[in-house]
C-alpha cells in the first residue's frame, strides 16, 4: 500500500489549502484514513480521521470549524481542506491509512504512512 500526499505550500494567515493523499495498492474503501501533522521540535500530532464510508470523522480540537476531512473512495483520495490558517499550523502534514478500523486519534495503530506535504503559513 502506498500513500501519496500532495498540496501543501506557503500561504498567509486567514489563507486555504487543500490537501490531497492517493492511495494506491490496497483497497482504499475498507480503510479508514487519518492526517497528522509535525512542526519543528514537536512531536507528531492527530490532525483528523474519516471512516471507511464517511461516517465517521473527528478534529483535533485546535482544527475544529477550520479544516474539513473527506474522501472519494471512487479516486482513492482522502482531502483535508484547511481554511482561515494560522502560523501555528506549520508542518509536515502527513496522511495514514488504518486497514483495522481502529485507529482513531492514535497514530501507533495507522498502518501505512505517505511521506507528508509541508505547510507553511506565514504572519
Known amino acids: 500500500v502506498q500513500l501519496q500526499a500532495s498540496g501543501g505550500g506557503l500561504v498567509q494567515a486567514g489563507g486555504s489549502l487543500r490537501l490531497s493523499c492517493v492511495v494506491s495498492g490496497g483497497t482504499f474503501s475498507s480503510y479508514d484514513m487519518g492526517w497528522f501533522r509535525q512542526a519543528p521540535g514537536k512531536e507528531r500530532e492527530f490532525v483528523a480521521t474519516?471512516?471507511?464510508?464517511?461516517?465517521?470523522?473527528y478534529y483535533a480540537d485546535s482544527v475544529k470549524g477550520r479544516f474539513t476531512i473527506s474522501r472519494d473512495n471512487a479516486k482513492n483520495t482522502v482531502y483535508l481542506q484547511m481554511d482561515v490558517l494560522k502560523p501555528e499550523d506549520t508542518a509536515v502534514y502527513c496522511c495514514a491509512a488504518d486497514v483495522s478500523n481502529r485507529g482513531g486519534t492514535d497514530s501507533r495503530r495507522y498502518h501505512y504512512w505517505g511521506q507528508g506535504t509541508q505547510v507553511t503559513v506565514s504572519s
Open positions: 474519516i471512516s471507511w464510508s464517511g461516517g465517521r470523522i
